[in-house]
């Protein structure tokens, strides 16, 4: 069973920066997708950004330029650096993982935007 454990997110004001960390143990195979996904209250949970095994990204438009995903491999871990954070980035913040056989959610790390 693949485990991710969160953390980084926290209270900042706007134009602030954060910096989100997720770490997968237990995948007896190769992980090959990692992402960020976030969840405001009232909404639906949304792609953030996504990241393959290659290093190729994608982002949603709403954070292109401010946001960067990156991953280190070797560690099973995906990194999401955060700046210039406005008020509508206030979600719950979660990080999930895809292999040959499962995909897999942590369990969220609370982001808040607010002076």
């Known amino acids: 069973q693949v485990q991710l454990v969160e953390s980084g997110g926290g209270l900042v004001q706007p134009g602030g920066s954060l910096r989100l960390s997720c770490a997968a143990s237990?995948?007896?195979?190769?992980?090959?997708?990692m992402g960020w996904y976030r969840q405001a209250p009232g909404k639906q949970r949304e792609l953030v950004a996504a990241?393959?095994?290659?290093?190729?990204?994608n982002y949603d438009d709403s954070v292109v330029g401010r946001f960067t995903i990156s991953r280190d491999n070797a560690e099973n871990t995906v990194y999401l650096q955060m700046n210039s954070l406005k008020p509508e980035d206030t979600a719950v913040y979660y990080c999930?993982?895809?292999?040959?056989?499962?995909?897999?959610w942590g369990q969220g790390t609370p982001v808040t935007v607010s002076s």
């Open positions: 999930n993982a895809r292999q040959i056989f499962g995909n897999y």
């Open positions: 990241i393959t095994i290659e290093g190729r990204t």
């Open positions: 237990g995948s007896r195979f190769r992980i090959t997708n």
